[in-house]
């Protein structure tokens, strides 16, 4: 039987804790392909927990891909490569389970990528090979304050953004900046990522509830938190989109303090389906408190790692004394076939292509839903942005019986409650479905 | 005149305080293009610190093209783009001064690589388009892992490298991984950058004297540094290769206690122009207490940023448990590329040219130097390893004089002194000569 010292008073919920020693285990060989895992609700006997605890953790697991589940047989390991120190041959190496393709990328324009990516190469050797300042190649950040002019409206100097590989390589940088006494305030619930990079450069968080329209700012208030991480245009999960008001009273709370500052996540912001965009915090903010993040890996495709964000004048001041030393992470081949693909107008046809996609799929989600006996009565919410809905359901399916029953229908899922920092023990019956 | 608050207390030396004010007032445009610095003596009197201090913060900036210095007249700030509201055209923009060109880009084979580029984009697309682990994609960690094998003589399994987006980001990942807790013990002199960024994550920096063998275990044994940071095979900036003897006292007292581990930077180990190599650290530890790194940053060319670091089994362990969930933050196209450069021989290839080249550069230099009265009893030291040696100088020059003295022959130097993190006083006559 498996045993694994997990610690309660860790902030990462007990499931994950689970899934990674598993995980492990099978990376490092200690479990090998074939293993049968033990069920369920053994495993949650074994270490004390509850059986939905371990359910997510094998969830997780079926979803990456290193175990699979064959009915009324149980869980098994999946091959893929252990650490012995022996070089083995690619041809052993199918395309290793770790590395799962994700929806979108069946519309990436690898083609016209391909094309640019050529051009680049024939296109100024010198250029290419010429070191970038830290903040990023300038034809690309110029590219995407045009893009950011003329899809958002804002109004930005491309000295101001600053090219990153990645998301989660640019929250190092902002933890860097704003520095670890900083408390930072993240959505409760939310994208549990943020906090756990935040926390493990020594930064505490603090979990706000979210309401209606947005995050509670009384809670904020009472919090001693100095910063805030947040996606006004569309929360992940609730898909909630933070009201005009909401978002003025951010900034008034901003503005209260020195020290204080709103990070705008827009992670998602191109796949609104309908409605008017509301214009981003940054456009309003003029106190200079607002950092602009996005990213063109959940748009284009998460093997392409160019993230950016944009600084306040002040804070891009202190950007270039304290990080002007670091290189930019993203090469410059990358960062000019970008700044051609944006500037030639791919990227926006992209943008359309994928929304046009997205919304189908969700009109088909929805039509499906009229017939399915499943979603009698269940109240879909935020089906007007990005690539996926949330769904409440009523009745008296728990949790993971709903779970199983939209994996049946090969719909892919998220159960709300996973997305928590404390998690629920009670069911929410609420899920994310992904168009 | 420039008036700059400067923070003495800080362990960011005041020349670089300096540095970093002039730059960011560069950029803001606060400084314009033309204006003329005040002289280093009236400015060091003005922000009350000593002449040297000036001339290298003003050395900093001519060396990254920021001013420009015109004998007898003095320095003047150069045009570089400047933050206002206003998108500037590209054609405005020749390379941006920032954006400085290093020696070894002329010999990186740009035809094979963008050709190699060309064949990754013309496989296979799924491949591509799938996201790899976190540690990077297979084909790429089996590369390095027989490139170490045949060159450096290191077995390694794939499993256990992992690739990042440059060294600086692996430093950043290394300090999550071994936890703010961390005392770190670094070399003096050095490569500054390791101990800002170190501490720029909130662990704390002990600065260990360097001795003819290696750094000095004596200090490191009084200080209370859990994890030592050394560039055993080629430390900057003496040149210095620790000896086998001070290697095995290094891994003696990593074993000595559960939390201490070495961080092998083998940064230009390639490099090496004559004699045995010496081998890693990595190679003789049986203690798991060893982490490796190098770059393809250093030895290709700066605008391809990928990096990587090699982890004994314990720490492999938990990285896949603390940072498993970051993304790998290098695109896979490149290291597709990067993974067929290696294979199919040309980084071994493009390492021989380059140390062709430097091997020519150093007997150049040497020999003119013999008939050269500056360096009239000087001598000259590391000249077996890297792209630069050091020289040291006799007579009555003061350091200032020396810099300038090279600078004239066209050689690109450092001053020693610069590399320390207590700035010793006195004139050391010590500097870095590159190839």
């Known amino acids: ?17 689970i899934y990674r020693h598993i995980r492990a285990d099978i990376e490092l060989g200690e479990l090998h392909a074939g293993d049968r895992l033990p069920s369920k609700r053994s495993l949650a006997s ?8 371990v359910e997510n953790a094998y969830a997780q697991l079926l979803a990456e891909g290193y175990i699979r589940s064959y ?38 324009p690898f083609t016209v990528w391909a094309r640019l990516m050529r051009d680049t190469l024939a296109s100024d050797q010198t250029r290419l090979l010429t070191r970038p300042p830290s903040e990023g190649v300038w034809e690309l950040r110029e590219a995407i304050a045009g893009h950011l002019k003329h899809f958002r409206n804002m109004n930005v100097s491309p000295a101001q ?4 590989a990645g998301t989660e390589y640019l ?12 408390v930072i305030a993240v959505e409760e619930p939310g994208y549990r ?42 929360h992940f999960p609730t898909g909630c989109v933070t009201s005009i008001g909401r978002r003025y009273a951010l900034l008034g709370w901003a503005a209260q303090q020195e020290n204080r500052y709103l990070i705008e996540d827009d992670y998602d912001s191109e796949f609104r389906l309908s409605g008017k965009p509301i214009p981003p915090l940054f456009s309003v903010d003029v106190t200079d408190r607002v950092i602009y993040m996005n990213t063109f890996t959940n748009s284009l495709t998460p093997t392409i790692r160019i993230s950016y964000m ?8 202190r950007f270039r004394e304290q990080l002007g030393y670091f290189s930019c992470t993203v090469s410059t081949f990358e960062q000019y076939t970008l700044a051609r693909f944006i500037g030639e107008g791919y990227f926006e046809k992209h943008i359309r292509r994928v929304r046009k996609r997205c919304l189908d799929k969700r009109n088909a989600l929805l039509r499906n839903a009229k017939q399915d006996i499943l979603f009698q009565n269940a109240e ?5 942005t990005g690539m996926y809905c949330v769904v409440k359901f009523c009745g008296s399916m728990s949790d993971t019986e709903l779970a199983e029953a939209l994996h049946v229908r090969g719909i892919r899922t998220i159960a709300l409650r996973t997305c928590y920092h404390v998690c629920p023990e009670q069911d929410m019956q609420l899920f994310l479905l992904y168009y």
Chains 1, 2 share one sequence.
């Open 161 to 164: 953004i600053i090219i990153g």
């Open 46 to 53: 074994h270490l004390g927990v509850s059986v939905i605890t």
């Open 1 to 17: 039987m498996l045993t694994y010292e997990l610690d309660k008073t860790r902030s990462e919920p007990m499931y994950l804790q």
């Open 71 to 108: 009915p009324k047989k149980g869980y098994f390991v999946e091959s893929i490569p252990a650490i012995q120190p022996t070089v083995r041959k690619a041809t052993e190496l199918p395309t290793s389970v770790q590395e799962k393709q994700t929806e979108e990328n069946s519309l990436f």
């Open 310 to 317: 944009i600084l306040p004048p002040p804070l891009l001041t």
């Open 171 to 182: 929250y190092l940088l902002i933890g860097i900046l704003l520095g670890r006494n900083t």
């Open 380 to 384: 879909f919410l935020g089906t007007d």
């Open 193 to 234: 990522k943020i906090a756990d990079i935040y926390e493990s450069m020594g930064m505490q968080c603090r979990w706000i509830p979210m309401e209606q329209d947005g995050i509670s700012l009384n809670d904020l208030m009472q919090s001693d938190a100095n910063v805030v991480h947040i996606s006004p245009s569309h």
